[in-house]
């Protein structure tokens, strides 16, 4: 199964890390987390990054075969979309956080043409906020973005709400759910943990103080 396969080599190359709530990490979006995902680390396993573009290709030959371009969320989403890109031979953008304040003000960069049915490949879902803005800058460019890609999901609800509002399907590779498990099997977290981290990917504000 992809799914988990994909989730054990995150662990192995210690792109998650989990730790208790004494050591909590805080995200840019002000949430402390028992959990940081860094798959930029993944760029430099050929045979994880290999793994994850054959997966994406895989789902974008099913999900999305009318796809005449792929996307790549700035910084973290570049990499994976430029590889599955090449395996696709499709041509490829990438989404600034934000427009250049100099030259033509655009967001995207690449050619990006009038109505072009395009995936977005992302590295990650934490909240879905800036996943979304990537998606409206794309639209606001005259892009049909198809769907969203991503390595790895925290199954956060928000996320559903999200996409389900704008119409635009949503896939990871691995997940959340899928991955803590696991973590607990390999022994990088303690069974009596497993409660609470299942309780803070329900509410994800939980360690969080208003």
């Not at 973290?76 to 890109?85: K, L, R, S």
């Not at 996320?159 to 759910?177: A, G, W």
Request: aromatic fraction near 8%; proline fraction near 4%.
């Amino acid at each position: 199964m992809l799914a988990r396969e994909i989730a054990e080599s995150l662990l192995k190359i210690k792109a998650v890390t989990i730790v208790d709530e004494k050591n909590l990490f805080t995200w840019v979006s002000g949430i402390k987390s028992p959990v940081y995902c860094d798959n930029r680390m993944t760029i430099s396993y050929p045979e994880v990054r290999e793994k994850i573009a054959n997966g994406f290709v895989e789902i974008i030959k099913e999900k999305f075969p009318d796809v005449e371009i792929i996307a790549g969320t700035a910084t973290a989403g570049i990499p994976h979309a430029a590889w599955v890109a090449q395996k696709l031979n499709l041509p490829m953008v990438y989404v600034r956080s934000s427009a250049k304040e100099h030259g033509k003000g655009k967001q995207t960069e690449g050619v990006l043409t009038e109505g072009a049915k395009v995936v977005l490949i992302e590295d990650l879902l934490s909240t879905g906020g800036s996943s979304i803005k990537a998606c409206e800058a794309l639209t606001n460019e005259g892009a049909n973005v198809m769907g969203t890609l991503a390595i790895f999901s925290y199954n956060f609800s928000q996320v559903d709400q999200l996409f389900s509002e704008r119409n635009i399907p949503y896939i990871t590779l691995t997940d959340y759910r899928t991955l803590l498990p696991i973590a607990v099997e390999m022994g990088y977290v303690p069974n009596t943990s497993l409660e609470t981290l299942i309780k803070w990917s329900e509410n994800p504000k939980m360690f969080t103080k208003e």
